[in-house]
Nanobody, 122 residues
């Protein structure tokens, strides 16, 4: 089994910065993509940022230029540096490990963290 543990959420003022971290543990052979999603109250979960094992990134238009995802393949960790935070960034942020294989021959699976609250408010 694979577990994802997020950390780094909290309360920040508009214009401030926060850094989220996520570590995947378990019997992991490879992870295709690690990503951050968020879900605000009353809204659907949306992709914030994704980074492949090769380092290619994809960002939601709403966070481009403000958020940066980074990844350590050897440690199976992913981070999200969030800057110039806005109240509309308030949400529960979820870490996801997509396309996880426990061996070369295993079929890939997806795993999710429990989520960490980010609140942007003055």
């Amino acid at each position: 089994q694979v577990q994802l543990v997020e950390s780094g959420g909290g309360l920040e003022q508009p214009g401030g910065s926060l850094r989220l971290s996520c570590a995947a543990s378990g019997s992991i052979f490879s992870i295709n993509t690690m990503a951050w999603y968020r879900q605000a109250p009353g809204k659907q979960r949306e992709l914030v940022a994704a980074i492949t094992s090769g380092g290619s990134t994809n960002y939601a238009d709403s966070v481009k230029g403000r958020f940066t995802a980074s990844r350590d393949n050897a440690k199976n960790t992913v981070a999200l540096q969030m800057s110039s935070l806005k109240p509309e960034d308030t949400a529960v942020y979820y870490c996801a490990a997509l396309g996880v294989k426990m061996s070369r021959l295993n079929a890939p699976n997806n795993y999710w963290g429990q989520g960490t609250q980010v609140t942007v408010s003055s």
